[in-house]
């Protein structure tokens, strides 16, 4: 069963930065497409990021685009997303997903088959 687990969450404040990680087991995630949504309670899921592990490219929203940077680590089978310059209406609750096979078809979580569980991330003003 594949799992994938974030952390790195937490209270941070404006301007401040943070990195969450998902590790995944029984999954490769080099072999896979990989991304980070994020999604405030009453509000759409938004995808931010992914890495297409078939054309070795990566693609963001325009929302977090210069400040917000994904990247994995094979070795080690997890996948980062560092947030840089962080506003208030980044607070939301993160969540890392996988798609089978190495391409990616774009940030709509429909196109995503795994997810993992969460991390909150909270900045104050």
């Known amino acids: 069963q594949v799992q994938l687990v974030e952390s790195g969450g937490g209270s941070v404040q404006a301007g401040g930065s943070l990195r969450l990680s998902c590790a995944a087991s029984r999954y490769t995630i080099s072999s896979n497409c990989m991304g980070w949504f994020r999604q405030v309670p009453g509000q759409e899921r938004e995808g931010l990021a992914l890495?297409?592990?078939?054309?070795?490219?990566?693609f963001y929203a325009d929302s977090v685009k210069g400040r917000f940077t994904i990247s994995q680590d094979n070795a080690k089978n997890t996948v980062y997303l560092q947030m840089r310059s962080l506003k208030p209406e980044d607070t939301a609750m993160y969540y890392c997903?996988?798609?089978?096979?190495?391409?990616?078809?774009?940030?709509?979580?429909?196109?995503?088959?795994?997810w993992g569980q969460g991390t909150q991330v909270t900045v104050s003003s």
């Open positions: 997903a996988s798609r089978n096979g190495y391409y990616c078809l774009g940030l709509n979580g429909r196109y995503f088959d795994y």
């Open positions: 890495i297409d592990n078939g054309g070795g490219t990566t």
